[in-house]
């Protein structure tokens, strides 16, 4: 696979505001439609050509429990399977990822793991150079410092999945 996904891919963009809990972000979940190959080192080969540092392979698709992470952005791709995961806290957006879908979470996004299918197999990554990323559970006490935290995050130069021409540095540019 190239750097730039298939012509059938669609881009879907989710926002998010803050509710005292989660920050969640003024950057919008980018979800990737039939973007990523359905093979993890190929996967892994296409995020290391757009400057993000694979990190982790799982059975899971995302945690069983509302999180976010205040100190890097997140990709995960699904290259097996079916996950249904919420993102946004308690009472925002489900979305359902297949194989060969790929969401990009911002630094303050909740998200929490509703369904995985037994067969789900993910790959998940965060810029290349990025801090390593910390995880909140929402407590209100550490909300101030967690949103800080959220809104300095860089944003990376490269979009995971197309690159230098991907929605996130459309969709995550700085207002002019």
Do not use: K
């Not at 976010?68 to 979305?95: D, K, M, Q, W």
């Not at 303050?108 to 965060?126: E, L, R």
């Amino acid at each position: 696979m190239s750097a730039h996904a298939p012509a059938e891919t669609v881009v879907e963009a989710y926002r998010f505001v803050g509710d005292g809990r989660f920050p969640n972000s003024a950057l919008p979940a980018i979800v990737y439609r039939q973007a990523v190959p359905t093979d993890a080192d190929r996967v892994e080969a296409l995020l290391r050509r757009n400057r993000w540092a694979p990190a982790w392979r799982a059975s899971i698709g995302f945690y069983p429990f509302d999180h976010f992470h205040s100190t890097a952005h997140e990709l995960v791709a699904i290259v097996a399977g079916e996950a249904h995961g919420r993102l946004g806290g308690p009472s925002a957006a489900t979305v359902v990822l297949r194989a060969g879908d790929a969401v990009l979470i911002p630094a303050g996004v909740c998200h929490f793991g509703c369904y995985s299918s037994p067969d789900i197999a993910t790959v998940g990554a965060y810029p290349a150079g990025a801090p390593a990323p910390d995880m909140r559970r929402g407590d209100p006490a550490e909300y101030a410092e967690a949103a800080r935290n959220a809104s300095l995050t860089p944003v990376p130069p490269c979009d995971p999945i197309l690159g230098a021409d991907g929605p996130l540095t459309r969709l995550w540019a700085p207002p002019c």
